[in-house]
């Protein structure tokens, strides 16, 4: 079932059929990002080998895994479930990754950024929106911050890219820290 909706529906789709069971804490359901999608995101925000990745909703741990064994990257995944927490720490243990990856189960408004060079979101774009004040408050000018399928509200990226994956065109937003002070100067 899992796969049927991770090949063939949409975030937002799934969101409008969950709606009613969304806490306030809830910024997206479970739904995997297609893994041909996941390299190409990490591709676009060029993560390099030695910087540190956060995945503000990390479900599986596909995103997280992926910057380590494919980018040599340090990443951290946030995760308020606490099923997907334990089943994450359980792969990235059996893969012999944690002196690369930490996942931490916690709420994604709540994280001290600091760390990144580089952020992944597959959230909704009013989920974005909530996460944006930390996102400006803790990231470095240098650091990316990549959205697949739904922008941030506010910000201008500085590339979109199309992407094919499961029959469907999926769209990754980058966005840089340093063109953030151009955003509020255009307000
Ligand atoms: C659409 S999935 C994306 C999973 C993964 N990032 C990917 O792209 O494959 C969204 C994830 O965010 C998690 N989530 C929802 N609200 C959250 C919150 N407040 N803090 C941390 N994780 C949250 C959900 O449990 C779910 O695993």
Known sequence: MRAYLAGSLTLAFVCSAAAQQF???????????????????????????????YDLGAGDGRIVITAAQKFGANAVGVEISEALC??????????????????????????????????????????????????????????RVVSLDFGMPGWKASKMESVK??????????????????DSKGK
């Open 86 to 143: 334990k089943s994450m720490t359980r792969k990235v243990t059996a893969l012999n990754l944690d002196s690369q990856i930490r996942i931490i189960h916690v709420n994604a408004l709540k994280v001290d950024l600091t760390p990144a060079d580089v952020v992944t979101l597959y959230l909704l774009t009013s989920s974005n929106a909530r996460l944006r004040p930390n996102l400006e408050k803790y990231l470095k000018p240098t650091a």
């Open 165 to 182: 994956a499961d029959r469907q065109t999926r769209t990754i937003y980058l966005y840089q820290m340093s063109d953030r002070a151009a």
């Open 23 to 53: 806490g306030s804490e809830d910024l997206a359901p479970y739904l995997p990002s297609p893994q041909a999608v996941v390299e190409r995101m990490l591709e676009v925000a060029q993560l390099k080998q030695g910087e540190t990745l």
